[in-house]
């Protein structure tokens, strides 16, 4: 990935977790969104991946529609 993308990309993941409220709500505790991201990665390594994918797509997907 080239450097410009490789930098917008990043930019556009910081946006989905002020997007998420994660800023505010751990009072921009940086150890504390890396622990909950952390989290979320081991509950996808787990058996239950299929099941937690469509419910945070889901929930993902009604986070999207409400912003408009």
Do not use: C, H, N, P
Not at 5 to 24: C, D, F, N, S
Request: aromatic share 6%; glycine share 8%; hydrophobic share 45%.
């Amino acid at each position: 990935m080239k450097r410009r993308e490789r930098t917008r990309y990043l930019i556009e993941l910081g946006g989905l977790v002020a997007k998420a409220g994660l800023v505010e709500l751990t009072d921009d505790d940086r150890a504390v969104m890396l622990g909950l991201l952390a989290d979320a990665a081991a509950k996808l390594r787990s058996g239950e991946r299929t099941q937690y994918l469509a419910l945070w797509r889901r929930r993902g997907r009604r986070a999207f529609d409400d912003e408009i």
